[in-house]
């Protein structure tokens, strides 16, 4: 599928909403029946395909584009392509790919186990398509040989200002005070076993390699960056932690032991000070979206607002909606649904 079919996806899923309001209008009060009834439901059931279809299309464009592979007519990696032979493990491929690249090092400095610096920075920028989080958040470079980074944070917030006259002196400030959060590196780890047949006669073997790399650190590491419990891995958003968020920021006025109402999301968006609302976004599973884009306003206007533009995410109450397959999807009493907020800052 091309972009220019995945944007015709998007405007057909937006006509359904077009064609579902001008019907439920018609209706206001009144029961619907008959033939608008029937043109309703399969516009519904039509919609949720068009949406599935459409965060699968997306998910794939992504992970296309962090292949990334070069142009024919681009200038040729000698080092990247001696490096592909060499992960086929014939003795003279891997020697040849170490005279080739001298400063990586023998076995026993490790040099079999360095990849050029062209496929680690394509792995990396893989992830940074992939993961969304990547995208929305605060991403540290690397630390070097530090052990650990340290993050000042506001523990209690200073008094305003005041207005004084010109000959007093300012009066002093004896409430603020400013923590300390340290955050440590965790290990991820996977071996992935491949034939020699495969890389050394497969096409693109290795940026095959280097997709399923992607992947794997990929889906691992978003699993952990939402439910994580910080111990030897990140302390996921939807984990409940004074180092995290804490439940003083939990918001369920206006829903349903079972359901998320409009009430819900305007007592959610509404908990967020307006500073932090021009880059404010919500997370959720695509159940939880799905629920939601059925929602709608006291004046009987959806409240989800489907992209028609490719790249661009579907909107809810003016914010952009983010979907994981890893946010929570269990809607009973005191379960996590949802995430609405500045993710750069906090």
Not at 5 to 34: F, P
Not at 119 to 144: N, S
Not at 239 to 246: E, F, M, R, W
Request: no cysteine.
């Amino acid at each position: 599928m091309t972009a220019k079919k995945l944007i015709e996806l998007k405007q057909e899923r937006a006509n359904l909403v077009t064609q579902m309001r001008e019907i439920h209008d018609r209706y206001d009060d009144k029961v619907m029946e008959g033939e608008d009834l029937t043109t309703y439901t399969n516009a519904e059931t039509r919609f949720e395909e068009l949406n599935a279809s459409i965060e699968a299309e997306e998910k794939l464009l992504t992970r296309e584009r962090a292949i990334g592979e070069k142009s024919p007519d681009a200038p040729k990696d000698e080092t990247r392509e001696l490096f592909a032979k060499a992960l086929g493990g014939r003795p003279a491929d891997i020697a040849q790919y170490l005279a080739a690249a001298p400063t990586l090092g023998d076995d026993g400095q490790a040099g079999y186990l360095t990849a050029p610096v062209q496929f680690v920075a394509d792995l990396i920028k893989g992830l940074d398509d992939y993961l969304f989080i990547r995208r929305l958040a605060r991403v540290v470079g690397p630390i070097g040989a530090a052990q650990s980074l340290g993050f000042p944070y506001r523990k209690t917030a200073a008094s305003d200002a005041t207005w004084v006259p010109e000959v007093t002196a300012a009066p002093e400030e004896t409430n603020i005070e400013y923590g300390r959060r340290e955050f440590k590196p965790n290990k991820m780890a996977k071996l992935l076993k491949v034939s020699r047949t495969l890389m050394r006669h497969a096409p693109m073997a290795e940026s095959t390699l280097r997709e399923e790399i992607v992947m794997r650190i990929g889906t691992g590491a978003e699993n952990a960056y939402l439910n994580g419990d910080g111990t030897a891995k990140p302390l996921g958003l939807f984990i409940a932690n004074d180092a995290g968020i804490d439940t003083d920021r939990d918001i369920a006025t206006g829903n349903t032991a079972t359901t998320i109402t409009f009430d819900g999301i305007k007592e959610a968006k509404f908990n967020i000070k307006q500073q932090y609302w021009a880059n404010a976004q919500w997370l959720m599973h695509r159940d939880a979206v799905k629920m939601l884009a059925k929602i709608k306003d006291g004046n009987g206007q959806y409240v989800w607002q489907p992209s028609v533009i490719s790249g661009q995410p579907d909107r809810l109450d003016g914010h952009p909606v983010n979907m994981s397959e890893y946010a929570p999807k269990t809607f009973t009493t005191g379960r996590y649904v949802g995430i609405f907020g500045d993710f750069k800052r906090g």
